[in-house]
């Protein structure tokens, strides 16, 4: 008699004397190689299947008898047969087996079979969730679906891919609390954190949430950390950039729940992106950095940050409570440099832009750590007050902020201080010209004490925050900003953190990780392990 498993065997078998034969074919008819791996994929799929199939037959159907024990308790086995759709990457199974419970009826308590088998909580295999949410934190979920169909032939619908990412993402908290710290001997020197803000356009903000969910007082207290003014993009190195305001007013978007496609503007809400990471000491001059900047070239020998990790918060909605974004930002950030340097005997470094927010959780949360203000957030004050005296992109521009970077650099933010406040009083500026002198003078008045960057440079601390400007673009922007994109505030928490986990080159580990914590939760003892591929 031959068995359910020796049968799928045939099946396969029987697949690859076709494709056997469709090589042969193709010689005769002199194919191009492209047009016979067309031909061959589909057919390797089917046989693919086949074989799936038959290492499910050989494992039976999952009737232990009656009855059985579990965890002291003793389960009925149900009266009918249950089917569970498993979707690979190859194409659909349907697995019939037994099942057990308390009694007809009731919710399936028991599956042995699911259990040997090591099935997942839902239809869609881990392969295929895996692979589907590399396409998804890179691509809009509807691009990402299409090329999945393209490719494979498989088909999932854009819902299930945005509630597969969310699924997926909650995971990430538990993975980051147990990852623990990077090898010592492969750290650098200084630890270094940084933290800036990225506007997210939202389909509901969160003030209206807060209405709806919390309550007025809720709405005033969280608001604010919403509504801040951040310096927006990085800069180029001659700091033209313009800084943008990004506030989450309330709207009356559509409030359908959906990853990043919407029918109404929104407004921005912040994402409060963060990074760390460990750095070699790397000494220059003054005159180094000057000569950098007006070459705009990155020096060859500078050294490169090492474990570099970026996280990204949104202000969150959690059992009728406020979890504000850059709080929850730097309390992470704080676990990980503890983790990663416990005795403190490496050099903190944190440098940041000039938002007072950031700098104040800086003092909370990092209060042994050097503040130093990104450099050309202050390059860039440079320019707009070079702009308010001489042509844009003249040489006596360029050379009016060669001047005063260079007595930056040297420690001489008083001469500076000093030299502006004379300027903001030349006969015949605009009211315009002098309001931008002014608002540099504040700028550097208010961030003299994180502006020592003769003394940084002699002790080799890096003195710009490119790697949060550059995470604001990649982690953020890149992904999240996309036209017509709109978000819901857990989607886009979602979204974030799992690029997150993948820009952090940690996406194999974190997809074994969350694999063996879904099994152990659904199978106990009977959990089997996971391996990254």
């Known amino acids: 008699m031959i068995t359910a ?3 799928d065997f045939f099946k396969a078998q029987a697949q690859f004397k076709q494709m056997c034969e469709l090589v042969e074919q193709a010689l005769a008819e002199g194919q191009r190689i492209d047009q016979l791996e067309r031909g061959l994929f589909p057919q390797a799929m089917t046989l693919c299947l086949h074989l799936l199939q038959s290492f499910v037959s050989a494992h039976g159907d999952g009737n232990e008898g009656e009855t059985l024990e579990r965890e002291g308790q003793v389960l009925q086995r149900l009266p009918e047969q249950h089917d569970k759709r498993y979707l690979s990457i190859f194409g659909e199974l349907i697995v019939p087996r037994w099942v057990y419970g308390t009694r007809a009826g009731q919710a399936i308590d028991w599956s042995p079979l699911d259990a040997a088998l090591g099935l997942p909580a839902g239809e869609n295999s881990y392969v295929l969730e895996d692979w589907l949410q590399r396409l998804c934190i890179h691509d809009a979920f509807g691009e990402s679906v299409e090329s999945f169909r393209a490719w494979l032939g498989t088909t999932v619908s854009v819902r299930t891919a945005e509630n597969m990412n969310r699924n997926m993402s909650a995971y990430v908290d538990d993975y980051r609390v147990n990852q623990g710290a990077p090898p010592a001997d492969e750290e650098g ?9 990225k506007g997210v356009v939202m389909r509901r903000p969160l003030a209206e949430r807060l209405r709806e969910e919390c309550g007025a007082n809720q709405v005033e207290r969280g608001g604010d950390e919403e509504a801040k003014t951040t310096e927006g993009d990085a800069p180029a190195l001659d700091g033209r950039s313009k800084s943008s305001s990004l506030s989450a007013k309330p709207s009356t978007n559509s409030t359908r729940p959906s990853g990043d496609a919407g029918e109404r503007t929104g407004k921005k809400q912040m994402a409060y992106v963060g990074a760390i990471y460990s750095l070699a000491r790397f000494r220059r001059t003054a005159e180094d950095v000057v000569d950098e900047v007006r070459r705009r070239k990155r020096r060859a020998d500078r050294p490169q940050p090492q474990h570099k990790h970026v996280w990204a918060q949104m202000t969150q909605i959690r059992d009728g409570e406020v979890w504000h974004a850059a709080p929850n930002l730097f309390v992470g950030m704080a676990v990980e440099c503890y983790e990663r340097d416990p005795s403190r005997r490496k050099p903190l470094i944190c440098v940041m832009d000039g ?3 950031l700098w104040k959780l800086q003092e909370e949360w990092f209060p042994r750590a050097i503040g130093i203000l990104d450099l050309f957030h202050a390059l860039k004050r440079l320019w707009e007050v070079a702009d308010c005296f001489h042509p844009e992109r003249s040489h006596e521009e360029a050379e009016f902020v060669t001047h005063y970077l260079r007595m930056l650099l040297q420690g001489k933010v008083g001469y500076v201080l000093r030299r502006f406040r004379q300027l903001a009083k030349t006969p015949d500026l605009s009211a315009s010209q002098k309001k931008t002198i002014r608002s540099a003078i504040t700028y550097y008045d208010n961030n003299r004490a994180h502006m020592r960057y003769d003394e940084y440079l002699a002790a080799g601390y890096p003195i710009a925050s490119g790697v949060a400007e550059g995470t604001c673009k990649y982690l953020v922007k890149d992904r999240m900003e996309r036209a017509g994109m709109r978000w819901e505030i857990e989607g886009a928490q979602a979204m974030l ?14 997809i074994a990780y969350r694999i063996d914590r879904e099994q152990a939760c659904l199978y106990g003892e009977h959990a089997q392990c996971a391996t990254a591929a």
């Open 5 to 7: 498993k020796e049968l």
């Open 189 to 197: 020197e200084l630890l270094v954190v940084t933290a800036d803000g």
């Open 355 to 357: 938002e007072r927010h």
């Open 497 to 510: 953190s799992l690029r997150a986990v993948y820009l952090n080159g940690l996406w194999d580990q974190f």
